[in-house]
């Protein structure tokens, strides 16, 4: 049984540039939670989505954009980035709708500089 | 409303020791307190969790304790092993929220062996 994988592993951007990250959620979750860690810190949510909609965001500037496609797997967009984008981002997959429990993948380094 | 405060920012212990980490939430409306537990380089990997309906949960040498009255919950490691060296970080949610997780800011286990 595959776990949450994400693509890539790690990633340099400049200012300014877009990013797009992707992520696989484990078999049979339908629901897919986006995170960021900054060093030293705990991970702070994005968004989640859920049947290709986006059903919660937290406190992020809408440079911050997902996607969710038919076979459940997503990807979180950045835009114009800035420095203080650079981070872990990680992946959490979740089964149903409602479901408690959530399974991290092992996050893309995201370094902008 | 939303904070979860954790507590010590780091932790030594010696091997075959208890390590205790403890946890403070502010929203009553939570309802699902997991742990996570992240080596460098990695995504978090849930623990253990608890719902506020019980006191105690007890998985191997994990042990949560849950104080609803108090609002807080703790980590019990028993026979704490060098291999439990990590980065642990609590969390809260709830459902109407779409189970986004609250983490609190990590603490760092040294187990000395």
């Known amino acids: 049984d595959a776990g949450v994988t994400q693509s890539p592993t790690h990633l340099i951007k400049t200012r300014g540039q877009q990013v797009t990250l992707r992520c696989s959620p484990k078999?049979?979750?339908?629901?897919v939670s986006w995170y960021q860690q900054a060093l030293g810190q705990g991970p702070q949510f994005i968004f989640q989505?859920?049947?290709?909609?986006?059903?919660q965001r937290g406190n992020f500037p809408d440079r911050f954009s997902g996607h969710q496609f038919p076979n459940y797997s997503s990807e979180l967009n950045v835009n114009a980035l800035l420095l203080g984008d650079s981070a872990l981002y990680l992946c959490?997959?979740?089964?149903?709708?409602?479901?408690?429990?959530?399974?991290f993948g092992p996050g893309t380094r995201l370094t902008v500089t | 409303q939303q904070q979860v405060k954790q507590s010590p920012q780091s932790l030594i212990v010696q091997k075959g020791g208890i390590s205790i980490i403890n946890c403070a939430y502010e929203?009553?409306?939570?309802?699902?307190f997991p742990w996570y537990q992240q080596f460098p380089g990695k995504g978090p990997a849930l623990l253990i969790a608890?719902?506020?309906?019980?006191s105690e949960k007890k998985e191997g040498r994990f042990t949560i304790s849950f104080n609803k009255s108090a609002k807080q919950f703790s980590l019990h490691i028993m026979d704490s092993q060098p291999g439990d060296s990590a980065t642990y970080f609590c969390?809260?949610?709830?459902?109407?929220?779409?189970?986004?997780?609250?983490f609190g800011a990590g603490t760092i286990l040294r187990v000395k062996s």
């Open positions: 989505y859920y049947e290709e909609e986006e059903r």
């Open positions: 969390a809260a949610s709830k459902e109407e929220y779409g189970n986004k997780l609250v």
């Open positions: 959490a997959s979740i089964r149903g709708g409602s479901s408690y429990e959530q399974y």
């Open positions: 929203n009553t409306a939570f309802d699902y």
């Open positions: 078999s049979g979750h339908d629901t």
């Open positions: 608890i719902r506020p309906d019980v």
